[in-house]
């Protein structure tokens, strides 16, 4: 069965940074595009990046590029996100999401994806 669980998440103070990861598990990443979406409560939820199946494309949000990073280790069958310089306006279910059928290239359409985590929240708060 196709699996895949978010960790990292977590309460952190305004400017402060954390690392998410996405493991997949019943099936190798390495020929899936990930991308990591948020959602905030009361809001729709929104790609925030992407990354293609190599790690040779990448997308981001405008609202968090040079903020955020996001990479892919296909060895550990994981795909991380750091996130640095938190505001409060990040604060949101973070979820991870894959694609088999985009080569070479992500977006960050929710309807692209077809297999979700169940999410990790993120809360920045002083």
């Known amino acids: 069965q196709l699996q895949l669980v978010e960790s990292g998440g977590g309460l952190v103070q305004p400017g402060g940074s954390l690392r998410l990861s996405c493991a997949a598990s019943?099936?190798?990443?390495?020929?899936?595009?990930i991308g990591w979406f948020r959602q905030a409560p009361g809001k729709e939820r929104e790609g925030v990046s992407c990354?293609?199946?190599?790690?040779?494309?990448?997308n981001y949000v405008d609202s968090v590029k040079g903020r955020f990073t996001i990479s892919r280790d296909n060895a550990k069958n994981t795909v991380y996100l750091q996130v640095n310089s938190l505001k409060p306006e990040d604060t949101a279910v973070y979820y991870c999401?894959?694609?088999?059928?985009?080569?070479?290239?992500?977006?960050?359409?929710?309807?692209?994806?077809?297999?979700w985590g169940q999410g990790t929240q993120v809360t920045v708060s002083s």
């Open positions: 019943g099936f190798t990443l390495d020929y899936y595009t």
């Open positions: 990354i293609s199946r190599s790690g040779g494309s990448t």
């Open positions: 999401a894959a694609n088999f059928r985009l080569i070479g290239l992500c977006v960050l359409s929710r309807a692209e994806y077809d297999t």
